[in-house]
């Protein structure tokens, strides 16, 4: 089995390894041009984002060449699942690939506008995790099929968002005196998109996953409209995981 996956604060990353089999980062492979998978099983592993599949995610679907009987599809959310689950199969459906499961999990949401941190990590217990990662489990070992029902309006919505995808979202971000040029952020940018010199400099292909803010050590990133100044990466993750995934 292989897993496909994208991370920015790491619970992409541990719904993988929780899974099992191979896995390979999607932003890696994207960099590589490695793009052809064929295995028993081939999941894709990914946060939901604006009611969707990450825009770097349906780049990689665009270019790889899957071959498996079963394809399964696992999206982590922390509020908002919207029609990510139409999505995907819109997206296997345009490139020549059929999803055999897929499943949204809830677990701790990273956007700083809108959530506080703190509350979200403290109420982790209530989205009964582990108990529903066990479930998602247990169905991808006996191959069992599985596409959640959207509905009409969660795809308009995600449509709508869609059209007002904001390409210049890191000009929300700025960076307080007490950054130490350390390059944490550099480094887990998916697609390159930080360069440090002596602070960080934002080019213009941001993915809105504020990896870079939520795993900077100083917590000198700061987005506007924040909730809380907590950060969060998953705690069965490390930041030399999330560095290795993304750089």
């Known amino acids: 089995m292989k897993i496909l996956y994208f991370t920015s604060t790491g619970n992409s990353l541990y719904v993988s390894k929780k899974i099992g089999g191979e896995y390979y980062s999607i932003p890696k492979?994207?960099?590589?041009?490695?793009l052809d998978f064929e295995d028993e099983k081939i999941g894709i592993?990914?946060?939901i984002y604006n009611g969707g599949v990450p825009k770097i995610v349906e780049e990689f679907l665009n270019k790889v060449n899957i071959k498996s009987k079963y394809i399964f599809g696992v999206a982590t959310y922390g509020a908002f699942s919207g029609s990510a689950s139409?999505?995907?199969?819109e997206i296997g459906s345009r490139n020549g690939f059929k999803f055999s499961y897929i499943k949204e999990i809830l677990m701790v949401d990273n956007y700083l506008p809108g959530f506080d941190m703190n509350?979200?990590?403290q109420g982790q217990a209530k989205k009964k995790i582990e108990e529903n990662l066990m479930i998602i489990i247990k169905d991808i070992e006996a191959g069992n099929k599985y596409i959640k029902k959207g509905s009409n309006i969660m795809e308009f919505i995600r449509k709508q968002l869609e059209k007002h995808y904001n390409t210049n979202f890191e000009k929300n971000f700025s960076v307080g005196n007490n950054c130490n040029g350390?390059?944490?952020?550099?480094?887990?940018?998916?697609v390159d998109n930080i360069k440090v010199e002596h602070k960080p400099v934002?080019?213009?292909?941001?993915?809105?996953c504020l990896a870079c803010i939520q795993n900077c050590p100083?917590?000198?990133?700061?987005i506007k409209k924040e909730k809380s100044e907590a950060r969060f990466i998953n705690e069965n993750i490390k930041l030399k995981e999330i560095i290795d995934s993304n750089n």
């Open 86 to 89: 139409a999505h995907l199969l």
């Open 45 to 47: 592993v990914f946060p």
């Open 218 to 222: 100083q917590k000198a990133i700061i």
């Open 29 to 34: 492979l994207l960099k590589e041009n490695s």
């Open 202 to 208: 934002f080019k213009n292909n941001c993915q809105h």
């Open 182 to 190: 350390c390059k944490v952020c550099e480094k887990v940018c998916p």
């Open 119 to 121: 509350k979200q990590i």
